[in-house]
């Protein structure tokens, strides 16, 4: 129990969620005609991953909800 007064006292806890469509790459690549004006580095699997690492880790979330997460991608993610 925080002392009265204190910052604990006055600040609620605070729980970040984030919910999160990775894109499976191999919906990706079945229907790439819904991807033409993309540029290719953005439909490239390791360059994708490296891109989601990057903007999962700045999210700053205690809880992350992912979607469409193929196994690779998540063995990458649970090593980043």
């Known amino acids: 129990i925080a002392a ?3 910052t604990l006292a006055r600040a609620p806890p605070l ?3 984030c919910s999160y469509n990775v894109l499976a790459q191999t919906h990706l ?3 790439s005609h819904l991807y033409r004006g993309a540029l290719p580095d953005a439909l ?3 360059t994708r991953l490296a891109r ?3 903007q999962l880790a700045g999210l700053g979330a205690d809880v992350l909800a ?3 997460v193929e196994p ?3 063995a990458a993610l649970s090593q980043a």
């Open 44 to 46: 490239d699997g390791p």
């Open 4 to 6: 009265e007064g204190s």
């Open 72 to 74: 690779p991608v998540f």
């Open 52 to 54: 989601l690492i990057s």
């Open 15 to 17: 729980l970040r969620v």
């Open 29 to 31: 690549e079945t229907h």
């Open 66 to 68: 992912l979607q469409e």
